[in-house]
């Protein structure tokens, strides 16, 4: 973290050490969840009640633990800027590949 202050980085580790981010970072991961829909990082604040740098820092985190992908980029309609639209990664159960394997044969 170069170039961050020494009283930013206080700040953070005592927000990680409260639980405060895990709490944050899991009621993000639910609501990706449940919406099953790629979302841009404002639209996640507008719509779960945190503020967008607080979205910000959980979703990158999701992202870098794998959570969470950043699916596409394109232009957000309110903001008219090109953002990135996050999503739960499509996971394959065993009960797909089996039926896909029945399709193929």
């Not at 980085?9 to 005592?14: Q, S």
């Not at 895990?22 to 507008?46: D, G, T, V, Y």
């Amino acid at each position: 973290m170069s170039g961050v202050r020494q009283t930013s980085r206080d700040a953070h580790k005592e927000h990680v050490i409260s639980g405060k981010a895990q709490s944050q970072r899991n009621k993000i991961l639910e609501f990706m969840r449940r919406h099953q829909q790629p979302r841009n990082r404002r639209e996640i604040a507008l719509l779960t009640g945190f503020p967008i740098n607080v979205v910000t820092g959980r979703v990158n985190t999701l992202i870098k633990s794998g959570e969470l992908v950043e699916e596409y980029f394109c232009v957000d309609p309110i903001t008219n800027h090109r953002v990135w639209y996050v999503e739960v990664p499509y996971v394959v159960t065993q009960a797909k590949v089996v039926q896909a394997k029945m399709f193929e044969e």
